[in-house]
């Protein structure tokens, strides 16, 4: 299929939606994890992360030709609108609550309409067209509450702005992905359980249950048990896929502890300095025991970002192999 209708997009595209979902998602976690914040340092947070939709729909404009060029010229226009009104928030941040208000309410409104359209490009999967119909939908609806229902603005406007910046990420995500084979939808859906399960579920236990005798042995074990699944199902073949699904979950783990903490459970650890422990920036610090029953190690900041960053290596090559070659998933077709 030709590009000029701008269905087909390459990779570079893709990969720059996958960068800007990943990006608004990291900021709405930072944002809901810490409401406790300064109310302008939480603006200037929500506004670099809706600034990353802005770009995109100024990306995807770009890319746009032929019969497109009418919405090409909307994207990059609404982009630049909404890419203006927030550089304002960033740059000036002693603007008035009502100013701060209308140009939140002006970029949530371009990007709402913007997802809107985007949902109703008939070649688009009906996964992207309805991530994208329910994205717009909230950024639209939560425009028009900002500006007409005061009291909702001034008491929840950051926190719900996160959660719509949250949202918008995610299908930014699944868009840059753009699953084609019904293998692949699949596979995301895996994936998306396996990002939730570790972030939620195993979170929940981890940062209350870890008194239990060998500890971390049952933890490993928590994580690769739901996809021991695949291997009944599937067989040997497929242990790859099944292991770096358990590797997933246990960096959600490690790497959205105390996130999850302090967004969900209450806890309110200095996130900072947490996340340089866990990313090896505190050199032979010890940051915990692993518990393996008869043995304990001491865990470091070196040799846990080591692992963290092995995993991302190991998780990141075996599923782009299976998402590149969907066919090798003997799933229902």
């Known amino acids: 299929m030709s590009n000029q209708s ?39 947070l929500v506004a670099m992360a809706l ?9 995807l404009g770009g890319f746009r030709r032929g019969v497109a060029m009418l919405e090409a ?28 208000v209308f ?13 809107l359209a985007h949902s109703a490009h008939r070649e688009h999967h009906i996964l992207l067209r309805g991530s994208a119909l329910v994205t717009g939908a909230l950024a639209l609806a939560l425009a028009v509450a900002a500006v007409l229902v005061t009291n909702i603005a001034s008491l929840t406007l950051v926190p719900l702005i996160g959660v719509v910046v ?13 699953p084609t084979d019904y293998r692949q939808i699949v ?38 048990a739901p996809f021991g699944v695949l291997i009944v199902f599937q067989g040997l073949k497929d242990w790859q896929l099944a292991v770096s699904l358990g590797l997933l979950v246990s960096l959600m783990n490690d790497v959205g502890y ?12 200095a996130l900072v300095p947490w996340i340089e422990g866990q990313l090896g920036f505190m ?39 299976w998402w590149k070659h969907p066919s090798a998933f003997d799933g229902p077709v």
Do not use: C
């Open 73 to 100: 010229l909307g994207l990059i226009g609404g982009g630049a609108v909404t890419a203006l009104a927030l550089l304002v928030v960033i740059l000036f941040p002693g603007l008035s609550f009502d100013t701060l």
């Open 166 to 178: 949250l949202l918008s990420g995610i299908e930014m995500i699944v868009s840059g992905l753009r």
């Open 258 to 269: 105390f996130f999850v903490g302090d967004l969900l459970f209450g806890f309110h650890r």
């Open 103 to 115: 140009l939140f309410a002006i970029a949530l409104a371009v990007q709402g309409i913007g997802r």
């Open 6 to 44: 701008g269905s087909v997009p390459q990779p570079w595209l893709r990969l720059s939606e996958v960068a800007f979902g990943l990006a608004s998602v990291v900021v709405s976690v930072v944002v809901l994890a810490n409401l406790d914040y300064q109310i302008g340092e939480l603006v200037i």
């Open 283 to 321: 050199g032979t610090q010890v940051l915990f025991y692993f518990q393996g029953g008869a043995f304990t190690i001491p865990v470091t900041s070196v040799l846990m970002g080591f692992t963290i960053y092995a995993r991302i290596v190991v998780v990141s090559a075996v599923l782009y192999h």
């Open 187 to 224: 596979l995301l859906k895996l994936i998306l359980f396996s990002a939730v399960y570790g972030l939620v579920l195993i979170n929940w236990v981890d940062l209350y249950g870890t008194s239990a005798p060998a500890y971390h042995v049952w933890l490993i074990l928590t994580y690769m």
């Open 51 to 59: 600034l990353f939709s802005s770009f995109r729909m100024m990306v």
